[in-house]
T-cell receptor
């Protein structure tokens, strides 16, 4: 079955640096991959979606890459700020033709220190 | 404001009791979902509904039941058959059940056992 692995250890970085989070998956490559942000006690909030034929996607200070050969997605936050501190989840589609069934990684907790 | 409303924020269940978690959306979305989140684990899909009066089991449906009588509402009942119900429950919706649709989440319900 498809498995997703994200950095299990929390990532601590200094304000202004670039944070890089990893999402690895096994088995078949999904048609698309999504990243979400989750704050404590809150529901996840959608950030970015990248399709298998897109190598890179950007939104303001966020950048996502998708390497189907390595079976990996990287999520970058440039010029990080303390307000970026949260848990970041990646999610993959289970099957392109059945719709809506995303499987989520366990998330990586990011802490940005001033 | 459009969004998804979950209630209550906190819920306590006594042994042998059924409890119902409410989820309402005013986004006019066709698809709705229930996920369970345990500490250090990814979100796991309990049930999903692609259209009114229809729903499908997710990966961990045992001990849970749902209904979808109205487009706006997708309540989840945690039955006494669910022996380990303590978790953070998240309701989500998407425009439709297309495989590339992003999910909108509610703020969650924390269920604990007395």
């Amino acid at each position: 079955s498809q498995k997703i692995e994200q950095n299990s250890e929390a990532l601590n970085i200094q304000e202004g640096k670039t944070a890089t989070l990893t999402c690895n998956y096994t088995n078949y490559s999904p048609a698309y991959l999504q990243w979400y942000r989750q704050d404590p006690g809150r529901g996840p909030v959608f950030l970015l979606l990248i399709r298998e034929n897109e190598k890179e996607k950007r939104k303001e200070r966020l950048k996502v890459t998708f390497d189907t050969t390595l079976k990996q997605s990287l999520f970058h936050i440039t010029a990080s700020q303390p307000a970026d501190s949260a848990t970041y989840l990646c999610a993959l589609d289970m099957s392109g033709n059945q719709g809506g069934k995303l499987i989520f990684g366990q998330g990586t907790e990011l802490s940005v220190k001033p | 404001d459009g969004g998804i409303t979950q209630s209550p924020k906190y819920l306590f269940r006594k042994e042998g009791q059924n409890v119902t978690l409410s989820c309402e959306q005013n986004l006019n979305h066709d698809a709705m979902y229930w996920y369970r989140q345990d500490p250090g684990q990814g979100l796991r899909l309990i049930y999903y509904s692609q259209i009114v009066n229809d729903f499908q089991k997710g990966d961990i449906a045992e001990g849970y039941s749902v209904s979808r009588e109205k487009k706006e509402s997708f309540p989840l009942t945690v039955t006494s058959a669910q022996k380990n119900p303590t978790a953070f429950y998240l309701c989500a919706s998407s425009i439709d059940a297309g495989w590339n649709e992003k999910l909108f989440f509610g703020s969650g319900t924390q269920l604990s056992v007395l």
